[in-house]
């Protein structure tokens, strides 16, 4: 059973688009982030909600919506895709109380935006 | 700025080679440092450093942490190359992981 799964995992899209990328996770964890990895392979953190709360909200531009329905649940939408989002993002989620837990990753969702 | 800082970032060894990998960090309230392995997909799990001094094992691997001197060491011994691989420090303290650049190790037959 996969702990933290996203889909797609890969996303092939044009300029302008709107996409979702949908992240579950049933390891009981209340925390869950989003993190986007660059091509050098620089991981940073965009979101992190603690049960379906925002707590987190990096220097993201605003096309950049994450939405939790239930604290197993924390989807990525972004709205008129630029080139420069092309990128492989990764959801996580530790249990309460983060600071300092173990991070969990899901396999990634590679965007490409073209 | 939380800041962490891999050393160094590309590196290319044969089997059986012992390599060290480091990272410093700079982090407010620093709570622990985690060493990940990510090969083609998601980054794994290695170990979680919350005590200076004491060293962490799994097999051909081990880590330690200087929280005086802000940094931390991941030891490979007899490498093989299914150890090749980006390996990324992060740091957490006010703020979930900070991950530095990460080491690319390359090992060689």
């Known amino acids: 059973d996969t702990a933290v799964s996203q889909t797609p995992k890969y996303l092939v899209t044009q300029m302008g688009n709107d996409k979702s990328i949908k992240c579950e996770q049933n390891?009981?964890?209340?925390?869950m982030y989003w993190y986007k990895q660059d091509s050098k392979k620089f991981l940073k953190i965009m979101f992190s909600y603690n049960n379906k709360e925002l707590i987190i909200n990096e220097t993201v531009p605003n096309r950049f919506s994450p939405k939790s329905p239930d604290k197993a649940h924390l989807n990525l939408h972004i709205n008129s895709l630029e080139l420069g989002d092309s990128a492989v993002y990764f959801c996580?989620?530790?249990?309460?109380?983060?600071?300092?837990?173990?991070?969990?990753f899901g396999e990634g969702s590679w965007l490409t935006v073209v | 700025e939380d800041k962490v800082v891999q050393s160094p970032l590309s590196l290319v060894v044969h089997e059986g080679d012992t390599v060290t990998l480091n990272c410093s960090y700079e982090?407010?309230?620093?709570?622990?440092l985690l060493w990940y392995k990510q090969e083609k997909k998601a980054p794994t799990f290695l170990f979680m450093l919350?005590?200076?001094?004491i060293e962490k094992k799994s097999g051909r691997l081990s880590s330690i942490l200087d929280k005086k001197e802000l940094f931390s060491i991941l030891n490979i011994t007899a490498t093989q190359t299914g150890d090749s691989a980006i390996y990324l420090c992060a740091a957490a303290g006010n703020t979930p992981l900070v991950f530095g650049k990460g080491t690319r190790l390359s090992v060689i037959a």
């Open positions: 390891l009981g964890h209340d925390t």
């Open positions: 996580a989620s530790s249990p309460y109380g983060a600071l300092g837990n173990t991070i969990y």
């Open positions: 919350t005590s200076s001094g």
């Open positions: 982090v407010t309230n620093f709570r622990s």
